[in-house]
């Protein structure tokens, strides 16, 4: 699919009814004669977008510079020891809170310990920051990333913004529908459908 179909669907999309708020730009994909009861058929898979949706909330485990680098960078900083005296209530309201995390090596088996039954299930292990590493091109790559996991046969991922160009979303949407392709067994021929819409607006047809 060239991006040109997708700037010219997200046109569309654009042009319908604005609402009191700025909604988001989602796109489905359907797939089809997927049997996602094989674990080799699902899809779990971070894309980094070529352009960023908007500010994620991230935390870091760190301590030290680690710490001092990744609140210049914009993050939230986690002291070990707040996280030693963190009870399950606390660790539940903090996994709530961030979109994502992050954690220095040196302290990646302390946050599993503490938070690896919160985090695990939740899909939210922290990325790895190595010890000495700066951490600001980790966060901004987070910052840019759609996690897609195909649950059911209908994947919903947002791209983008009604305050965006509609070409940086169609980049976004053109970014999401190569990376779930790749996964697909049979390619292309394993998706049944592709739509854009914004959150109250209707659904375009792409495919």
Same mark, same amino acid.
């Given at each position: 699919m060239e991006v040109e179909e997708l700037v010219s669907a997200v046109?569309?999309?654009? !042009?319908? $009814?604005? +609402? !009191? #708020?700025?909604?988001? @730009?989602?796109?489905? %994909?359907n797939l089809k004669n997927v049997d996602l009861k094989?674990? $080799?058929? +699902? %899809?779990t898979v971070d894309v980094v977008l070529p352009k960023q949706i908007k500010k994620p909330k991230i935390a870091v485990f760190a301590s !030290?510079? =680690? =710490?001092?680098?990744?609140? =210049? /960078? !914009? /993050?939230? @900083?986690i002291d070990p020891e707040e996280l $030693?005296? &963190?009870d399950k209530k606390t660790a539940r309201t903090l996994v709530?809170?961030?979109?994502? #995390?992050?954690?220095?090596?040196?302290?990646m088996a302390l946050v599993g310990k503490s938070l690896g039954t919160i985090l695990g299930p939740r899909g939210k &292990?922290?990325?790895?920051?190595?010890? /000495?590493?700066?951490?600001a091109p980790l966060l901004e790559r987070l910052a840019k990333i759609a996690r897609i996991k195909s649950k059911t046969t209908t994947i919903w991922v947002n791209v983008g913004r009604r305050d965006m160009a509609a070409r940086d %979303? /169609?980049?976004? =949407?053109?970014?999401?529908?190569?990376? @779930?392709?790749? +996964?697909?067994? +049979?390619?292309?021929?394993n998706i049944g459908s592709v739509y854009l819409k914004t959150t109250m607006g209707p659904a375009v047809k792409v495919v």
């Open positions: 046109e569309e999309v654009l !042009g319908s $009814k604005e +609402r !009191g #708020f700025v909604e988001s @730009v989602d796109l489905c %994909i094989q674990p $080799k058929n +699902r %899809i !030290g510079e =680690a =710490a001092m680098k990744s609140k =210049a /960078a !914009g /993050a939230d @900083v $030693k005296k &963190m709530q809170k961030y979109d994502y #995390f992050v954690a220095d090596t040196a302290l &292990m922290p990325q790895p920051l190595p010890t /000495a590493v700066d951490p %979303i /169609a980049e976004n =949407a053109d970014a999401v529908l190569k990376a @779930v392709e790749t +996964r697909l067994e +049979r390619g292309w021929q």
